[in-house]
């Protein structure tokens, strides 16, 4: 593996035309990512007809880094202005935010550079060294019972969050799976709450529903602060957090690169679930839940590392299986097409070369969000100083657009203005916004995968539960929902023999 | 068996019986002009491409080998608009809500038809749409491991599936009406099979489901899982097609194995509005049927299995192709009891 690597690495750098690609790769990851609505896909997109005048090793090479360090530039906006710049940073705004608001923008900020290249730069290893294995286990033994049984688990883990109860945090999360159900149902196509309209029957976008959510409901609420003259500028700080600081979470780390990447292998699923998986793991850990979704510098911890353990991850069965992991190692089977190759098992053998190309440069991808990360953190820091009514009025136009450029719908538009205002009313009622994307986005990927495992089954719940993993996941969400329900009404209890 | 037999007498698909094994190597242009005149200056700016599905799919990678294609041949810019959810109708949507002046033109796949033949105030791809040309044709196929141990071919295949009484799986693309789900039902009514359809709407779950043996078969075209085949991984079992084409001689045909039914071919095509100037109309069909022809898109259909059998239609074959389409799906569909407006 390291004669392969140092391989890889001499080709990468020692060809001009292939580092200023790689350099291009890192910097336009980094600048999509962090521009609210226009993600590293819309760059993917845009620079795909050109990589067919790439040699293959540079264009797979190239989307593969714009991959890495694209999943980590959504978390600078969703930290500073709660604006996640993808649906996998949706997470770090949770806590990431309400740091800002604190002032504790500079260790949010370098708090997700530094665990997004160490949760990133761990994938990458792992991916270099068990690739062909890991891709087959994970295609034998987890079906849609178990990623089913995967969202359900994280659905109880992390539907605490936020919620000024755990009935209000339950009643957000079924108010996003309820969202989640509008439009084609993912098995059998037929329509459901479109009233008849076609865009509907698309279902609602995650990226509408997720600016309106966070972004329009924020600035609706801080501008209501600036109306009745409540509103306080965030302030800037740009104080990284310290070594000891972060050695605390070092656990927490570990265990969000072991759920990223197991997210990550999974066909289809990516770096949005490991993100959620990661989150909720780290509420379930903690031994201060109350403290999350309140500036808990461990949400955006978990959160960060374990959306960039996915990336080398999903190249998995990308590589190994010709299986694409998400949207944008979608298009780099595209990528591949245009120089008459196929991702798969026959790469290996066909191509190594290109292999350790590629794993090369996600490995020196993820290094280099630390240091190109931190030089530019002092920089966009700097953001903060924008007066509200500069800021608000540019974010608007920037999520309206975002909202706009995915599908070109009108529609969504309209839905990240509708979200915004629910949002606005919900935050005000002790509703859990991070509750409510939660159930759009899981219950999207944990319904289709529930009706193909009942398809699977015969729709016999006996047979469904005797998958071992299938059963363990459902068996501890479970207990996990128990335990939360249980504690709510002994607390519920508790205070109502104080009162009396 | 009675319907299927009345349709497979009584239906015929436009170019079946008389499609081509032209393959990569003996491709013949069949559009003899090499340039023509823009009519009144038209197009003096960019066409918009509306695809009503994603870019990484069957029909992105089509929209963009054609739209190069095209731009090479004209050097006339085609700016993609992907427009994907609903089984395609956002899109379709969203083209017949566009300017009909022939600077918008629609990509579209067999799906355009079987939703108007469900319901006929949906646009008529054959009607509504005049088809610039149809570029992609291709069957069907059963595929399973290839180390799969339990049945290695089709009659083991299915002597196996019926001792398993229902418990036996495929995985396609099962919504309701589609293509996938009407193949299955002559399948398994010419056959006296009963087997569970899990539908999988995008392809890498899909093929991992056979991969790692959560499911028994596939119903899939060949182009869609090439590097499957290519790798040794996947393995064909039943041609859904009238003939053997010469890429897979080896495999049975279902006609071969006593299934008396005309094939639903998966077709992929480009559209542009019936009410565009009918000037207009000529020069994007001379276009688009002669960037069919041009190296570029010969590369790309052929490495999508897409030269196996004639992919090509003009105008009038694939208004041919269409109505055949829709009549049959109607027929099926209301032989299924489903609603037909």
Known sequence: MIENFLAGSSALFGDPI????????????????????V?????????????????????????????????????????????????ENAPTAFDGYPMTKQGRAGKAVGAAVLCSAIGGTASALLMMAATEPLAKWAIRNIGPPEIFALVFFGLAVASSVGGNTIWKGWMSVLLGLLVATIGQDPVGGINRYNFGMTDLAAGIAFVPAILGFFAVSEIFIQAEKR????????????????????????????????????CGILPGIGATLAAFMGYGEAVRWSKNKEAFGKGNLEGVISSETANN?????????????????????????????????????????????????????????????????????????????????????????LASIGSYIGRGLVLDVIVMFLAGMIGFLLRRSGYSIPGIVLGIILGKIGEQNFAQGMQMVHYDLVAYLSRPICALLILAGAITLGTGVYRALASNRTGANQNQ | MKLVKTIATGVLLAGMSTASFAGGHGFKCKVSEDSMAKPG?????????????????????????????????????????????????????????????????????????????????????????????????????????????????WKSFVAWV????????????????????????FITDATGMKIQQISFDKGAPRYGALMGGQVDALFEQPGDVKKFLDSGDFKPILTIFNERPKAFADVPTHVEMGMKFTPLLRFRGFYVNAKAPADRVKWLQWAFQRGYCQDSYQKFNDSK?????????????????????????????????????
């Open chain 1, 18 to 37: 292939t580092i200023l690609i790689f350099v291009f790769g890192v910097i336009g990851g980094m600048l999509f990512g962090a521009i609210p609505g």
């Open chain 1, 39 to 87: 993600s590293m896909l819309t760059l993917a997109a845009i620079l795909l007809p050109f990589s067919a005048g790439l040699e293959p090793a540079q264009g797979v090479m190239l989307f593969a880094v714009i991959y890495c360090t694209g999943t980590y530039g959504g978390a600078i906006t969703a930290i500073l202005f709660n604006i996640p710049g993808a649906p």
């Open chain 1, 227 to 262: 109306a009745f003259g409540k509103y306080n500028a965030p302030k800037l700080d740009v104080n990284f957090p310290t070594f000891l600081e972060l050695w605390r979470y070092k656990i927490a780390v570990i265990r969000s690169i072991l759920v990223g990447f197991f």
């Open chain 1, 309 to 397: 353990a996915a990336t080398g991850a999903a190249m998995i069965p990308l590589l190994a299986l010709g299986l694409p992991g998400g949207a944008l190692t979608a298009i780099m089977v595209a990528v591949f097409q245009f120089h008459d190759m196929e991702p798969g098992p026959l790469v290996f053998y066909n191509s190594p070369e290109l292999i350790w190309v590629v794993f090369a440069a996600m490995f020196y991808a993820n290094v280099s969000i630390l240091f190109i990360g931190l030089i530019e953190t002092k920089t966009i820091l700097q953001l903060l100083r924008i007066p509200f009514h500069f800021l608000a009025p540019m974010i608007l136009m």
């Open chain 2, 41 to 153: 200056g038209f197009p003096d700016r960019a066409l918009t491409m509306i695809v009503p599905y994603g870019p990484a799919g069957g029909s992105g990678q089509v929209a963009s080998a054609m739209a190069k294609a095209v731009t090479e041949l004209t050097s006339v810019d085609i700016n993609r608009d992907h427009k994907p959810g609903g089984s395609g109708t956002v899109g379709m949507t969203a083209y017949m809500a566009s300017p009909a002046d022939g600077y918008n033109v629609l990509e579209h796949i067999d799906d355009a038809s079987s939703a108007h033949a469900l319901d006929s105030s949906k646009p008529n791809p054959g009607k509504d749409l005049i088809p610039l040309v149809i570029s992609q044709v291709t069957f069907s196929q059963i595929y399973i491991r290839s180390n799969e141990t339990r049945y290695n071919d």
């Open chain 2, 162 to 185: 019926k001792k398993q009484g229902g418990k036996a799986t495929i995985a396609n693309v099962s919504k309701e009406g589609s293509m996938e789900r009407v193949s299955m039902k």
């Open chain 2, 305 to 341: 299995f897409m030269s196996v059998i004639d992919s090509y239609r003009d105008t009038d074959g694939a208004k041919t192709l269409i109505n055949g389409a829709i009549k049959q799906y109607r027929e099926v569909y209301k032989s299924m009891g489903m609603a037909v407006k």
